[in-house]
C-alpha cells in the first residue's frame, strides 16, 4: 500500500508539472477569456467554469494531463525507494549492465580505430548542400562501398549470450538441490512473473466470450464479422471524438480497426504533433544535415539490411532513414534514461581524452543501435505517411516500451523478466515439449529470443503484429509477447517433438507469418 503522505507528495508533484506545462497555460488563458464575458456572474462563477471545462472539452485534457503524469511515474519512486535505486536496485544487474555498456562503447571505438572514422564530424558546404537536396530519398542514396566497411556493434545472440551469463552472488536456495532437477531455463536470475492464473485476470478482455478485432472481423464469408466490423468503427470514432486517454486504452484491449489506429494510439499515448513539434523536426533535421556521425552508417546499414529485405516494410526505406537519423540526434530522449538501467555512452573532444569536463553523449540521443533496431519503427510506416509523424510516434513507443528489450534490468517489463516469464510458462504448462528441446540441443529460449527483442516485428504479418502491438498499449504491458512466444511454441508441439537439432526446432519456426497472434493469445490464456 502506497502512505498517504507518499500520496500528497505525489499529488505535489503532479500538480506542480501541470501548472508548469503549456496545456495549463492554455486553459488559464481561455478561462480568462471565458469569466470576462458579461453573461457570468460572480454569483454563480464557479458553477459556470465547471459546465465551460465540460462543455469546451478542456476536463478530459486535463483528465489526460494527471492519466499520464500518473502512468510516467516509477513506481519506486512513488514507493519511497530511494533515488540511488529507482534505476536499477540489484547491484549485479547494475554491474552486468555496466560491463555491457563498456563492451558496446569499445566496439564502437574499435570500428572508428580500424576504418580510422571520426565518431563525428562537420560536413563541408558542399556536402550539406547535397545532403539538404537529397535527404527525402536518402535510402536510394548510400555509398554501398562505405556501407560494405560498417559491421553492426552488436547482434540479439551477443546480447543473449550477455543475459544468460548473469548470476546472482547472492543467491542461495533454501535447501540443496541436485543440479540434475534444478530448472531447466538458461536464465539464472531468479525473478517474480505472473502465472497464468493471473495473467487470465489482468487480461479478461481477451477471453473469447469477447468479440475482438483480428478474431471476429477475420472469419471469412460471416454476416457477423461485417456487422462486428461496422459496429466497431462507429464506436472506435467515438471514442476517438471524445478524446479520453483511458476511454481509448479500455476500447484497444479489444483490437483496433487499420483506419483509425493512429488516433487511438496517439490517445493512448498521449502524443499530439502541432506545428511546435514539427518545427523541432525541421531543426533535428538540419543537425543532420550539418554533421556526419558514424551512427548514421550504422543506423543506414541496418536498414538496408532489415527493414529494406523485407517485403512488408522496404517501401519505407526513405522515411525509415529521415525519422531514425533524426531520432539519433534527439536531446530530449536522454530523458528516458531516468527510469532506465542503462546509461547513455560518453565521448571526449579531440585531444580532451581522460577530462571529464569535455565528456559529451555520443551519439546525441544516447542509443547506439544494434542489428535489427530499425524493426521497432518499421511497422509504422503502415500508420504514418509522413517522416514527422513517424518519428514522434517511434520516438514515444520507444522511450515508453521497446527501450526495455535491449537492456539488462530486473524490471517487470524489462527483457530479462520476460525471458525469465516465458521459460517459466513452457516449463509449468509444456514441460515435454521443454525437455525434449532442451535434450536435442534446441533450447527454447534461445529460438524465441528474436521475437521477445523485436517484439515480433519481422516475424508476424504487419496486421497481425499491430493487433499485438494494440494490446500492448491498451495494457501498458509488454508480457504478451512472452506469452505469445510461449502459445506459438505450444501451437508447434506435435512437428517441434520430432526436431533433433536446433537447426530442424529452427527450420519448423522459421516462419510464423501465417499465425493469427490474438487467437493464439486466447488459446494459451483461456483454452489450455
Keep these: 500500500m502506497i502512505k498517504e503522505e507518499d500520496k500528497n507528495e505525489v499529488f505535489c508533484r503532479i500538480i506542480e508539472k501541470l501548472q508548469n506545462s503549456p496545456l495549463f497555460l492554455d486553459m488559464k488563458a481561455d478561462l480568462q477569456k471565458e469569466v470576462a464575458k458579461p453573461h457570468i456572474h460572480v454569483t454563480d462563477m464557479k458553477k459556470s467554469i465547471q459546465n465551460y471545462l465540460k462543455d469546451s472539452g478542456w476536463e478530459v485534457k486535463l483528465q489526460n494531463a494527471v492519466y499520464f503524469q500518473l502512468k510516467s511515474l516509477p513506481m519506486s519512486s512513488i514507493q519511497g525507494i530511494p533515488q540511488n535505486q529507482v534505476k536499477e536496485p540489484l547491484a549485479f544487474i547494475r554491474k552486468a549492465q555496466m560491463n555491457w555498456e563498456k563492451r558496446i562503447v569499445k566496439s564502437i571505438n574499435s570500428m572508428c580505430t580500424e576504418l580510422s572514422l571520426p565518431l563525428a564530424r562537420k560536413r563541408s558546404a558542399a556536402d550539406q548542400s547535397v545532403m539538404s537536396s537529397k535527404f527525402e530519398v536518402l535510402g536510394g ?237 518499421s511497422p509504422l510506416g503502415y500508420i504514418c505517411a509522413e517522416a514527422p509523424q513517424l518519428y514522434f510516434l517511434f520516438r514515444r513507443i520507444y522511450t515508453r516500451y521497446f527501450f526495455r528489450l535491449h537492456g539488462m534490468s530486473s524490471h517487470p517489463q524489462g527483457i530479462m523478466s520476460l525471458c525469465v516469464l516465458f521459460e517459466n510458462l513452457l516449463q509449468t504448462h509444456e514441460p515435454a515439449l521443454f525437455y525434449h528441446l532442451k535434450e536435442v540441443g534446441a533450447h527454447p529460449l534461445r529460438l524465441v529470443f528474436n521475437w521477445l527483442i523485436y517484439a515480433f516485428a519481422g516475424y508476424l504479418e504487419t496486421e497481425q503484429l499491430l493487433l499485438l502491438w494494440d494490446r500492448i498499449f491498451a495494457y501498458d504491458s509488454m508480457e504478451l509477447l512472452a506469452v505469445l512466444a510461449m502459445a506459438v511454441l505450444s501451437y508447434r508441439r506435435a512437428n517441434l517433438l520430432e526436431v533433433t537439432s536446433l537447426q530442424a526446432a529452427q527450420t519448423v519456426l522459421a516462419d510464423i507469418s501465417t499465425l493469427n497472434s490474438i487467437a493464439l493469445l486466447q488459446y494459451v490464456l483461456f483454452l489450455k
Design 141 to 377: 542514396e548510400l555509398d554501398e562501398k562505405q556501407m560494405e566497411k560498417i559491421k553492426p556493434v552488436y547482434a540479439p545472440k551477443d546480447f543473449f549470450e550477455a543475459l544468460i551469463s548473469i548470476e546472482n552472488p547472492s543467491f542461495t536456495p533454501l535447501r540443496k538441490i541436485p543440479r540434475s532437477i534444478k530448472g531447466w531455463g538458461l536464465m539464472k536470475v531468479q525473478l517474480y512473473t505472473k502465472s497464468l492464473q493471473d495473467m487470465k485476470v489482468v487480461y479478461k478482455e481477451l477471453d473469447p466470450g469477447n468479440s475482438q478485432s483480428g478474431v471476429d472481423d477475420a472469419l471469412l464469408e460471416s454476416t457477423s464479422c461485417e456487422s462486428f466490423s461496422t459496429d466497431w468503427n462507429k464506436i472506435g470514432r467515438k471514442v476517438i471524438q471524445h478524446g479520453s486517454a483511458p476511454v481509448a486504452r479500455q476500447y484497444a484491449k479489444y483490437g483496433c480497426p487499420p483506419g483509425l489506429r493512429r488516433e487511438v494510439w496517439c490517445l493512448i499515448l498521449g502524443l499530439e504533433v502541432d506545428d511546435v513539434d514539427l518545427l523541432y523536426f525541421q531543426q533535428l533535421k538540419q543537425y543532420v544535415i550539418e554533421y556526419d556521425m558514424l551512427v548514421d552508417s550504422l543506423i543506414t546499414k541496418d536498414i538496408k539490411l532489415t527493414s529494406s529485405n523485407d517485403d512488408n516494410y522496404f517501401v519505407f526505406e526513405d522515411v525509415l532513414c529521415q525519422a531514425l537519423l533524426v531520432f539519433s540526434r534527439d536531446t530530449s530522449i536522454l530523458e528516458h534514461f531516468e527510469h532506465s538501467s542503462a546509461t547513455p555512452p560518453k565521448s571526449y573532444i579531440r585531444g580532451k581524452l581522460g577530462v571529464q569536463d569535455y565528456a559529451v553523449v555520443y551519439p546525441p540521443n544516447g542509443i547506439i543501435p544494434f542489428h535489427g533496431f530499425s524493426m521497432y519503427a
